[in-house]
């Protein structure tokens, strides 16, 4: 075999190896974004209702502008969901989550399938947070 034609038939493998990978990675989840809390400290998530779909691959990237620390605590909705991975700066944290402490001006993103159908409670669970409306709603249909 002549070495050009062992050249191109190593480009077409590459472009038709790489072509599908870059597609894919473009449609391969869905990003939804929650603050926990703002800059006035109020106490709540925006948003606090989540409409996710079984089977469909989510980044939810997680921010506290505000001044004091939150909980993004849903155990049962964790338990429903397949976790991927979390990140924060520069840790991946890979295996099972339950709750994220978010510090002041803090993020988060969390890469996760949700599977198992229901409505699922989000709280903080910091002493009073709750009480003052901190909370949410996470459905996966
Ligand atoms: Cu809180």
Known sequence: MKLKNLFIILLICVISFNFPLKVEANIDFETVNISLGNTQGELKFIPNQFDFKAGQK?????????????YFTAKDF?????????????????????????????NAEWVFIPEKQG???????IKGHKEAGMTGKITIN
């Open 58 to 70: 989510y980044k939810l990237i997680l921010d506290n502008p505000s001044p004091e620390k939150h």
């Open 78 to 106: 964790a338990d429903a969901s397949w976790t991927q991975k979390v990140q924060a700066g520069k840790v991946e944290i890979k295996g099972a989550i339950h709750e994220l402490e978010l510090k002041p001006e803090g």
């Open 119 to 125: 409505i699922y409670q989000l709280y903080c669970s």
